[in-house]
C-alpha cells in the first residue's frame, strides 16, 4: 500500500517534471518568447530528454521532504490545538493555528529543500544536447557532479543559494496551502466524518493551486537568485533581484510561470493529499 501511494507521488512528479523544466527556462533564460516558443526549442534541440533533465534528485528527495513538511504541520498544529487528527475532524481548528503550523513546515522544509532544488533548477537550465563526442560539454554532467561542482566553485553555502528566497516563497504560501486545504475538507465534509478520497483530491489540488498563484512572483526571483553565481553575480540580494526584474521587465516578469504553476499545482497536490490521509489513517 505504502509503496503504491510512494508509486503515485513519484508518478506525479514524473508527469509534471517537463512542465517545471519549461516554467524554470521561462522565469531564467529571456531567449523564449512563451511557453510553446520553449517547448518546440527544447524539443527540438534537446529532444524529450531535455525536459527531463534535473529530475533524479526531486525524484530521490520528495518522500523526505514531504515527510518534513506534512510531520511538521501535523505536530505543530498538535502542540497548538492540543487535538488529535481523528479529534480535528469534530472540532476544525482555528484558521490562525492551522496557518502558523502551514508557515512553520514551510521554514523548516527550505532546509532539506534547498540544496536539492538548486541542483535541479541548475540542471534544467542547461540546455546542451545530449552529450556526444566532440559536442558541446554541459557545465554539470549530473546531480552528483553539480552539487560537488558547486560546492568546489562557491563554498559549501554556494549549496544553499537562493535559499532566503525559497524561504520567502514557501512560508506564507504553505500557510495558505494548509488553510485552504483544511477549509475546503471541512466545508465539503458532513460533521465528525472524515472527507472521502474525491474530497481530499479536490481539496489537495485547489491547496496546490492557490499556494502556488501565490508564491509565483517569489518563484521567480528564487530561480533567478538560484542561478545567480554561475558566471558572474548580478544580484546583491533578493531585494535587488525584485528591483532590478522589476526595472528590466517590467510588473509582467513576476507572473512567469503563473500558468504552468497553476496547471501542475492540481494534479501533483491532489496526490499528495491523498497520500498524507490515507497514512495518517494508517497510523491510526
Ligand atoms: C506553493 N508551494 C511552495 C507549495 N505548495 N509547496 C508544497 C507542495 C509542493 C509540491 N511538491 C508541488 O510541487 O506542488
Not at 512528479?13 to 531567449?31: A, E, I, W, Y
Not at 534541440?45 to 506534512?70: D, Q, R
Not at 561542482?149 to 528566497?165: H, K, S, V
Not at 524561504?167 to 465528525?192: A, I, K, S, W
Request: glycine share 10%; aromatic share 12%.
Amino acid at each position: 500500500m505504502k509503496e503504491g501511494r510512494n508509486t503515485a507521488g513519484a508518478l506525479g512528479l514524473v508527469l509534471g517534471h517537463p512542465f517545471d523544466t519549461v516554467k524554470v527556462r521561462l522565469q531564467t533564460q529571456s531567449t523564449y518568447r512563451g511557453i510553446m516558443d520553449c517547448i518546440v526549442k527544447t524539443y527540438r534541440h534537446e529532444s524529450l530528454l531535455g525536459f527531463f533533465k534535473g529530475m533524479s534528485f526531486p525524484l530521490v528527495s520528495i518522500a523526505v521532504v514531504n515527510s518534513v513538511l506534512f510531520g511538521v504541520y501535523s505536530n505543530v498544529l498538535l502542540a497548538l490545538t492540543a487535538m488529535s487528527h481523528q479529534e480535528r475532524r469534530t472540532q476544525l481548528p482555528s484558521y490562525t493555528h492551522v496557518f502558523i503550523a502551514g508557515c512553520t513546515g514551510g521554514v523548516i522544509q527550505t532546509f532539506f529543500l534547498a540544496p536539492f532544488d538548486l541542483i535541479k533548477v541548475r540542471l534544467q537550465n542547461q540546455t546542451e544536447p545530449r552529450v556526444q563526442p566532440g559536442g558541446p560539454q554541459p557545465r554539470y554532467r549530473g546531480p552528483v557532479h553539480c552539487a560537488a561542482t558547486i560546492f568546489r566553485e562557491e563554498g559549501p553555502r554556494g549549496l544553499f543559494r537562493g535559499a532566503w528566497a525559497l524561504m520567502l516563497r514557501d512560508t506564507p504560501t504553505l500557510g495558505l496551502y494548509f488553510v485552504t486545504y483544511e477549509g475546503f475538507c471541512h466545508q465539503n465534509t458532513p460533521h465528525g466524518q472524515n472527507p472521502s478520497s474525491a474530497t481530499v483530491l479536490v481539496a489537495g489540488g485547489f491547496a496546490g493551486i492557490a499556494s502556488w498563484v501565490a508564491a509565483t512572483p517569489l518563484d521567480v526571483i528564487k530561480s533567478r537568485m538560484q542561478m545567480d553565481g554561475l558566471r558572474r553575480r548580478e544580484y546583491q540580494g533578493v531585494l535587488d533581484c525584485v528591483v532590478s526584474s522589476f526595472r528590466q521587465e517590467g510588473l509582467r516578469v513576476f507572473f512567469r510561470g503563473l500558468t504552468i504553476n497553476s496547471a501542475r499545482g492540481f494534479p501533483v497536490n491532489a496526490v499528495t493529499f491523498l497520500s498524507y490521509e490515507y497514512l495518517l489513517h494508517s497510523w491510526g
